[in-house]
């Protein structure tokens, strides 16, 4: 398990007083030089279970800019795990090598199978996924995003109980995973907010379903058009939030979280208290390819990559 050993609660930088506020990054994108934050928490446990039950492949789901993918890969390659990637959106057969997430999964050994999108939205009940899980009689399935019980549970491993002086801590929601972790280990006493990153209003109701604790916010004001969508004004503050601090931010999760944050401070909506735990849960690998993408619309591009 040597690629998971590395964790341990990450450093919390400070980046001192913002209009009266005190925040604080905690760096879990600093976890693993290649693939980092959330996603190698949730897959800690799961790769273990893996290796317990003596499970050649593990078999996973993801777009062309997916962290969880390319972390899957990483992980499968370091612990001699065979990896299946099922790919949402067809056209990635013919262009695997312009996907950089996809062209870096390849290269660390995973096998990538590009579906229809309106198949793979259907994913494990789909009767061509199906097909394909035959072939791997023996294989573990890893939901899209990584999120299950044991991500949960790696999720939860985030906070130290030295982060419990903090009014608030704040992450960005994708399927809710890493945020259900978050606030399994808060202490009541602390508000944990999401940042949804697309629009996704059920969410909601997923969280419902796994926590009985009451110490949470959702915010769905700062999705700028849904899942990878960016703009100008999105790319200029993370931009200038790098020259300031020097901490990359990633464009689909952590830059969107940033910009909600300091859009709220400073138009003195935000309500969670002063000190401020922000979670940076990485994704700096689909920097790349998003400058890529910005470059064909002739859009500002982020001026630092990983
Ligand atoms: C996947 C991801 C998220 C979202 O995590 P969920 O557990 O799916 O909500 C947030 N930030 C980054 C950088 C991610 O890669």
Request: a positive charge; aromatic letters at 10%.
């Amino acid at each position: 398990m040597k690629i998971f050993d590395t964790f341990k609660s990450s450093i919390n930088q400070s980046l001192g007083n913002i209009y009266g506020h005190s925040i604080v990054i905690k760096r879990e994108d600093l976890i693993h030089p290649i693939v980092s934050g959330n996603k190698f928490r949730k897959l800690k446990y799961i790769f273990k279970e893996v290796i317990d039950d003596n499970i050649p492949v593990i078999i996973t789901f993801g777009g062309a800019f997916s962290n969880h993918l390319a972390a899957t890969a990483t992980a499968g390659k370091s612990l001699g795990i065979q990896t299946l990637g099922i790919v949402r959106g067809e056209e990635w057969k013919k262009k695997i090598s312009q996907s950089i997430t996809l062209n870096f999964c390849q290269k660390k050994g995973m096998h990538l199978i590009c579906i229809p999108r309106k198949i793979y939205a259907k994913k494990e009940t789909a009767l061509e996924v199906k097909k394909i899980l035959k072939k791997y009689p023996k294989h573990r399935l890893i939901p899209e995003g990584g999120t299950e019980a044991l991500a949960i549970k790696g999720c939860s491993e985030i906070l130290d109980p030295a982060d419990f002086g903090f009014d608030s801590v704040c992450c960005s929601i994708g399927t809710g995973g890493t945020f259900t972790g978050l606030i399994q280990s808060s202490s009541s006493k602390q508000t944990v907010i999401g940042f949804n990153a697309l629009n996704n209003p059920s969410v909601k109701d997923y969280i419902l379903t796994q926590t009985q604790k009451t110490n949470w916010a959702i915010n769905s004001d700062y999705t700028f058009g849904g899942y990878a969508k960016t703009d100008n004004s999105l790319i200029s503050f993370m931009n200038s939030f790098y020259k300031q601090y020097k901490i990359p931010l990633d464009p689909i999760y952590t830059g969107k979280m940033l910009f909600a944050i300091f859009d709220l401070i400073k138009t003195h909506k935000w309500k969670w208290g002063k000190r401020i735990l922000i979670i940076h849960t990485g994704g700096l690998q689909g920097i790349s390819g998003m400058n890529l993408q910005l470059q064909k619309k002739n859009a500002l591009l982020l001026s630092y990559q990983k």
